[in-house]
């Protein structure tokens, strides 16, 4: 289970995955070897260009997406979610047995792991590791994942190769809850844990020997603003399927470059091998390539949606003058709807993605094709029905086409957009022209991201905002703290005593009856009635859903990207480099 990245494109929420179908009583576990993919070449080193640098190497307190990305080639967790298949799938442990109220889960370990720097890996660091994660000093991202009702699991060790954890409830989600939580080497950070120093350790600057991991790599070489070395792990446990130790590669570079136009020419000359994501402009730019140096995938679109939101907060009049005649527009679901109409969704695809983005209506997207609900109607753009429904709430136009509401007053606000997101600024510059059509006076307010969620999440002092959320994986589970009325992200009203409308308060008791349900199809109703109740109210109007567009250059073996991140380097460990005379996109 992983988190989504904190980025200037998009806000934290955390996230798990689908597939849970009942609670299984056992798990078998797989063999250790590589059954996909080719065969490749040991040795040879490959660099992907990072956007910006990684803040920490520590991944009890990471939630950047470039520290993130190179975390997960040093670290292991102890059951692994397939980027491929979406399906769970053995790691550090081989076995699992879930309990028959869904309440137990024992795992049982890999035998033989040992760290990169050589030390021996049990059920002792997975007992640390939980304990980090779970310290409410340490803050860690990871740790809500860990809360059952404001309840922490509890973890024993059975014996040195056995683990059981213990919830208070059941889970929904079902074992995908440890994936991503990397096993921490006990013996490095208990002495710094102890004395306070955790949040210290294991800065990108650390000694290359003071960190160790249970992933394919280790780091070998930090250069402040230039890359980030990482060296084979001689320890790691995987073979391929003709008994090959894993990884192929001797090096993966991680090179820290100034700019999106950076990274695609990096590619175009050699200086980069992989580009994790493209922007659809420098996508079409590589497609026309007449020297083809660069291998291009299309996933489609991805488990991102970009949506509009106004603010619902309930606030102070005398706090936020200004602000409390606007929601009275922005609570009228009718005004709500009139807006979702007028957005030119299938435009603003074609004009800021050059048709590399889907409209959406909900928050499930088409990529995730298991818990998207198929049967919502996807309304046609039509200003006509977006008039009428102002006009039968009140709302009237003067003689300029300016749109008053029942106080004669004109319907004005802003929209708040991250101001280091090109794609993003096009998009609420084409719907302030939407807008506009209804008589709407719109302006975009472009603000740096962190003081933009600042107004979001802290002082609530905006109107209205376009951002948003990557889902790290498929499962709704993780969305509680998005949907639930109490959620910490609850985003267009935050810090709820109680739902504030019937709609949310179902979506309160539907979100609580999947997250226990042991049966997919269960998980599933309840969802789509979720979905239908967000389009039907529409908290958040959901606009797109970029696709995923990844490059690589020829000689990247094994390249298959796939829709849950890290998008290329889920495979980390199969990648090599292929022989230049047969480098060929595929």
Request: proline share 7%.
């Given at each position: 289970?992983?988190?989504?990245?904190?980025?200037?494109?998009?806000?934290?929420?955390?996230?798990?995955?689908?597939?849970?179908?009942?609670?299984?009583?056992?798990?078998?576990?797989?063999?250790?070897?590589?059954?996909?993919?080719?065969?490749?070449?040991?040795?040879?080193?490959?660099?992907?260009?990072?956007?910006t640098e990684p803040k920490t190497l520590n991944p009890v307190l990471s939630v950047d997406a470039a520290s993130r990305e190179v975390i997960g080639a040093i670290q292991a967790d102890l059951i692994h979610i397939n980027r491929e298949t979406q399906r769970t799938e053995p790691a550090l442990a081989t076995e699992w047995k879930i309990s028959p109220d869904g309440k137990r889960y024992t795992l049982r370990l890999r035998r033989g792991v040992k760290f990169s720097d050589g030390a021996p890996?049990?059920?002792?660091?997975?007992?640390?590791?939980?304990?980090?994660?779970?310290?409410?000093?340490?803050?860690?991202?990871?740790?809500?994942?860990?809360?059952?009702?404001?309840?922490?699991?509890?973890?024993?060790?059975?014996?040195?190769?056995?683990?059981?954890?213990?919830?208070?409830?059941?889970?929904?989600?079902?074992?995908?809850?440890?994936?991503?939580?990397?096993?921490?080497?006990?013996?490095?950070?208990?002495?710094?844990?102890?004395?306070?120093?955790?949040?210290?350790?294991?800065?990108?600057?650390?000694?290359?020997?003071?960190?160790?991991?249970?992933?394919?790599?280790?780091?070998?070489?930090?250069?402040?603003?230039?890359?980030?070395?990482?060296e084979r792990n001689p320890n790691y446990w995987k073979t391929d399927a003709q008994g090959v130790r894993l990884p192929y590669l001797s090096q993966l570079i991680f090179s820290v470059v100034t700019s999106e136009d950076a990274q695609v020419a990096g590619l175009q000359r050699g200086e980069a091998d992989i580009v994790e994501r493209l922007r659809a402009d420098d996508y079409s730019v590589l497609q026309r390539?007449?020297?083809?140096?660069?291998?291009?995938?299309?996933?489609?679109?991805?488990?991102?949606?970009?949506?509009?939101?106004?603010?619902?907060?309930?606030?102070?009049?005398?706090?936020?003058?200004?602000?409390?005649?606007?929601?009275?527009?922005?609570?009228?679901?009718?005004?709500?709807?009139?807006?979702?109409?007028?957005?030119?969704?299938?435009?603003?695809?074609?004009?800021?993605?050059?048709?590399?983005a889907t409209p959406i209506w909900t928050s499930a997207t088409p990529g995730n094709?298991?818990?998207?609900?198929?049967?919502?109607?996807?309304?046609?753009?039509?200003?006509?029905?977006?008039?009428?429904?102002?006009?039968?709430?009140?709302?009237?136009?003067?003689?300029?086409?300016?749109?008053?509401?029942?106080?004669?007053?004109?319907?004005?606000?802003?929209?708040?957009?991250?101001?280091?997101?090109?794609?993003?600024?096009?998009?609420?510059?084409?719907?302030?022209?939407?807008?506009?059509?209804?008589?709407?006076?719109?302006?975009?307010?472009?603000?740096?991201?962190?003081?933009?969620?600042?107004?979001?999440?802290?002082?609530?002092?905006?109107?209205?905002?376009?951002?948003?959320?990557?889902?790290?994986?498929?499962?709704?589970?993780?969305?509680?703290?998005l949907w639930l009325s109490s959620g910490e992200m609850h985003l267009w009203d935050l810090g709820e005593a109680q739902p504030a409308t019937p709609w949310e308060a179902e979506i309160d008791s539907l979100m609580r009856a999947q997250l226990i349900a042991t049966s997919f199809a269960a998980r599933k109703q309840a969802y789509d009635r979720v979905q239908e109740l967000v389009s039907q109210n529409l908290p958040l109007i959901f606009l797109l859903s970029p696709n995923i567009l990844v490059g690589a250059r020829p000689v990247v073996g094994n390249f298959r990207p796939a829709v849950l991140e890290p998008y290329a380097l889920w495979n980390a460990d199969q990648l090599f480099v292929r022989p230049a005379g047969s480098a060929t996109c595929q």
């Open positions: 289970m992983s988190r989504y990245p904190l980025s200037a494109a998009s806000l934290p929420l955390v996230a798990a995955v689908m597939l849970v179908i009942g609670f299984p009583l056992q798990a078998v576990a797989q063999d250790d070897t590589l059954k996909t993919g080719v065969h490749g070449k040991t040795g040879g080193s490959l660099t992907v260009a990072l956007r890996f049990d059920a002792d660091d997975v007992l640390f590791s939980f304990k980090l994660y779970l310290d409410e000093k340490l803050n860690s991202p990871q740790r809500d994942l860990l809360l059952f009702d404001d309840k922490p699991l509890t973890v024993t060790k059975l014996d040195p190769y056995t683990v059981r954890f213990d919830l208070p409830r059941p889970y929904g989600a079902g074992v995908r809850l440890f994936d991503g939580l990397a096993m921490m080497p006990r013996h490095l950070l208990e002495t710094p844990y102890h004395e306070g120093r955790l949040a210290q350790m294991w800065a990108v600057n650390s000694p290359a020997g003071a960190l160790a991991g249970l992933g394919p790599f280790h780091l070998k070489e930090y250069v402040p603003g230039q890359r980030l070395v990482l390539d007449a020297q083809k140096r660069v291998c291009l995938r299309d996933l489609g679109p991805g488990l991102e949606s970009i949506f509009l939101f106004f603010n619902l907060n309930h606030l102070d009049p005398a706090k936020q003058p200004d602000l409390a005649p606007k929601q009275e527009w922005f609570r009228e679901l009718r005004f709500r709807q009139a807006v979702s109409l007028a957005m030119d969704r299938k435009g603003m695809a074609r004009l800021v993605y050059g048709g590399l094709k298991l818990w998207l609900n198929a049967a919502l109607p996807h309304p046609e753009r039509s200003i006509e029905k977006g008039r009428a429904l102002l006009q039968s709430a009140g709302f009237r136009w003067d003689s300029q086409g300016q749109l008053l509401d029942a106080h004669s007053r004109p319907v004005a606000f802003t929209i708040l957009v991250s101001s280091s997101n090109a794609q993003r600024s096009r998009l609420a510059t084409l719907a302030v022209d939407d807008l506009k059509q209804l008589g709407m006076d719109v302006q975009v307010v472009p603000m740096e991201f962190r003081a933009l969620v600042d107004r979001v999440l802290n002082t609530k002092n905006y109107e209205a905002v376009l951002m948003n959320i990557v889902n790290g994986d498929a499962d709704p589970t993780p969305e509680m703290n």
